[in-house]
C-alpha cells in the first residue's frame, strides 16, 4: 500500500513538473510564427550611446573604459537628425517585414522611458525623447512589426553579479554588492514596461546568456529564470514571439531560433558548433559591413548583390535574414547601408514572390545555387553564372508540369530516370547574374 503510494506521488510529481515544462504557444503566437516566416526579411538596428564613439557596440568592454566614465555619454545625446519616420519608412522600401531595435545592450543604457533606471534615453540625455516609442509609432503607421532586442548581460550594474567572461573592467566592486534576484526582477520590470507601453511587439530577441557560458546548457534556463522570462511575455502579450541569441539548441518556451552571421547548418563564424536545427521558425541574423554598432572605420560594406543572395540563400534554408544597421550618433543611416537596402527593396519588388511566404526547397543547396517553394510551385534560384542546366529530383508521385524563367517565358525540360529516381533536366537560359530564378510547376503540392 505504502509503495503504491509512493508510486502514485512520484507519477504526480512527474506529471506536474512535465506540465511547468511544456509550453504550449498560443493560437496568436502560431499566427505570429506563421506571418514571421512569411516575412523572411527583417532590419536589425543596433543604435545607442556606444554609437557616439564610433567603435561599435562592445566599446565598453574592448577599450576598458569605466561605466563612470561611459555614462557621461548619455548627457551628450542629441541625435537631430532622428526620424522614426524616415528609418521606417526606408525599411519599408528595402522590403523587410520587421525591425529589430536594440532597446537595452550590454552597455545598460535604455533606449526607452523606463521607470525601472534613470539611465535612459528620456532621463538621461538632452534629446529627452522616447526612441522605442517613437519607433513603435512609426512601425504602426507604417504596417511594419517591431521586434525588440534586449540584452541578458549587463557590464555596468552592481546587482549583475557574480560577473560572466565580460564587464571586469568597468569599475563595478569586485564581489560586493551583487544581487541576481535584483537583477532578475530588474530585467522583469523592464520587460514589462516593454510590453505594456509600446503597443504590440512582434518578438523579443535576448542576448547575453553566453557571458556565463562556463555553466552548461541545461543550467542556463535555471540561471537566468529564462521560462519565467518567457511566461511572462507571453503573459502580457500571446502573440509576442521568443527569440534568444544563446547559440545553443533551443530552450522550452521560445518560439523562433536565432543563428548569428551564419546560415542555420552552418558554422563559419564560429558561434553556432552546438546549434541543433530546431522545427521552430529560423533565423540568421548579419552584418551589412562587418559590425553592428555605428563604427567609423568600418568601410567593408558587402555589396548590394551579395547581399541579395544572401537573402535567397537564406530563404533557401527556410529561415529569415536579419539584416543589421548601425545608424550614427546623429541618426542618420550611413548611406552606403542605405544604398544597398534600396537596391534589396528593388529586386524584391520584382522577384520577392520567390521569397516571401515560402520554405526551403525540397532540394538542397547545390553548386549552382538554392530553392524555395510554394504550394506546387518550386522557385529554383540559380546564383552562379554560366550555368547551362539544371537537375531537379523529381518527388516520388509527382510530376513536373512546366517550367519557365520567372517571368513566364517557358524553358525546356527533360527526364531522366536513375533506378526509381526521376531527374528533370532543366535549361538555364542567360538571365540576371544576381539570380536566375526559373519556376517549376508540378502537379501536386510540394
Ligand atoms: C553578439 C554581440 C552583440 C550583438 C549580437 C547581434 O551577441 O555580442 O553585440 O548585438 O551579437 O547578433
New binding site residues.
Partial sequence: MKKIFAIAALAALLAGSAAAQDYVPSAENMAAREQFSHDRFGI?I?WGIYSMLGR???VLQNDKLTQDEYSRLAAGFDPSRFDAEEWVKLFKAAGAGYITV?SR??DGFSMFGSKASPYNVVDATPFGRDVIGELSKACQNEGMRLHL?Y?HVDWGRNDYWPLGRTGHNTGRPEGSEGDWQHYRNFMDAQLTELLTNYGPIGAIWF??T?DKDAAPREEQPAIWGLRHQYDLIHKLQPACLVGN?HHLATFEGEDIQ?F??DLPGENEAG?SPNSVISKLPLET?QTMNNS??YNIHDNNYKSADYLIQYLVKTAGKGANLLL?VGPRPDGTIPEPAVERLLAMGRWLDRYGDSIYGTQGGYVAEQEWGVTTQRGNILFVHVLKPGTATVEIEVPAGNRLQSASVYFGTPVKFTTRKEGKKTFAVVTVPDGPEVDNILKLTFRKEL
Fill in positions: 536589425f543596433h561599435g557596440e562592445w536594440t545592450h550590454h532586442y540584452s542576448d547575453g553566453w541569441n536565432i548569428e552571421k558561434f541574423c553592428w554598432g543589421n
